[in-house]
């Protein structure tokens, strides 16, 4: 059984990296501001969460939101709006925070009472042509250590997230390439 | 078995409560979601389905955001007629609605895409269809419900039987069906479940014992109303599962309305999930009770 994909998607399967639905589903877990950056109470409220201490500020400046801290001060006066550039930054580093502020809890909470059970759906087959089709099922899993895929997830590291997934999916046993790429990762935490 | 996990439940918070049966309620609330994900991991053990609790879902199932409507059309029953004068009318009620519609045809795993007027009755989904007129509004409510736009809508399992029901018995034309979202399904796999909880409701209802009684109805409710996207129950997302049982639950309303007719009765009214007015003799259709099959005066 064949390891990593070289050309996933030559026959029309369907799915994404594993790193990413795990990503996917941490983010679902977090407690994110509902309304959307665009509305006024969705970026005012953005504002004042990256606004509340100097440490704040600094990491939302780390995180890419280099404005001017008189610039910050308008946009909260709603005498200014921000550009749809800055829009993004501000989601970005909201994020990035908010990201890193749970991950400590949240990685506690995935290794409680001997870790989480976490259910993998393989990519989908269903529109590769019949004699290239691969049938691989639902498997499910438990992780224990779940430090490399939160601490990649934290800081938003794609690369590290993907890395930790292939760790992770090798328990699988020998075919384990098959859910390289997925069409869901879920858990509950 | 596991109706020994409800009646355990109910005495561990009882005792920890010193005999206050209001703490006891209180507590049982509380745990009523994990309870409800226990009992129903209990009652599969050994089953021939595994249950899968995470598949990818398609884009009309997820939900478009807070405080907006989801896509899926579950044909809530709100209709009434004028009463004839001078027939009394009683109003009847449906016990444990939402529990008699664990049994329904559930998807069991990923839902996959297919397009065309096609209904296979060994797969269940979600259906985007074009209802049929109805010319019964005056003594029959509308399968469909109380739709103000017309045109294809995005139907669950139960509504799209209970249609194909309604026109073979020739009271209106087939629906369309323009697309589906389905998978291999089983009527059985909340059977032992709701097993488990019909015989824990009766006990309580025979003993007069009401903390068991409101616990069992929390369990069934809350685990239907948490069954999708929801924040206090991450432990599964099935979003088509939680719209075909509440499908099935006002499907079934409709069926005792009809039931209703064919017996002789005249039908006033019919909402929610469990309302049911009528007129005439209705002790001659229906066992007056409070077991699932039977119905209650309001």
Known sequence: ????SDEFGKYNAKGIKGGEAVARQLDRLVTYIRSPVDSPRG???RLRYLTTSV????AARAAGLTVADATTARWLAEKQKPSKANLARIEHAYRTIRRDSVAQALRKRLEADGGTRIEIHPADNSRVPQARQRSAGVRSINVRNWGPIVDAWARGDQTGLNSAWIDLIQDLGSSWGMYEYVTNVGFAA | MTEQMITDAVH?????????????ADRLLKRAVPDAMALLEATRKGARYDIVYYPDMPEILVSPGPKKPDQIWEARPRWTRPTPAAEPVTALDVNGAYLAAFKTHLPLGRLQH??????????AGVHLITPPDWEWGHILPNPIGDRDTPGPVWVAE?????IIRVMEQGLCKAPVIHESWTSGSTEGLLEKMRVALRTARQTAILEDDTVTLEYVKTLYSKFVSTLGESNFNRA???QDWMHCIRAQAFANLYLRAMKAFQGGCG???????????VTGDWQRVFTEGRDLTEMKVK
């Open chain 1, 1 to 4: 059984m064949p390891g990593i």
């Open chain 1, 43 to 45: 970026l005012a409220a």
């Open chain 1, 55 to 58: 440490q704040r500020q600094e």
């Open chain 2, 12 to 24: 561990e918070e009882l005792e920890r409560a010193g005999g206050d049966l209001e703490a006891a």
């Open chain 2, 114 to 123: 297919s397009t065309g007027d096609q209904f296979d009755r060994k797969r």
């Open chain 2, 158 to 162: 139960p509504t799209l039987r209970l």
């Open chain 2, 236 to 238: 599964i997302y099935r």
């Open chain 2, 267 to 277: 039908v006033i009214r019919v909402t929610g999930t469990d309302e049911l007015h």
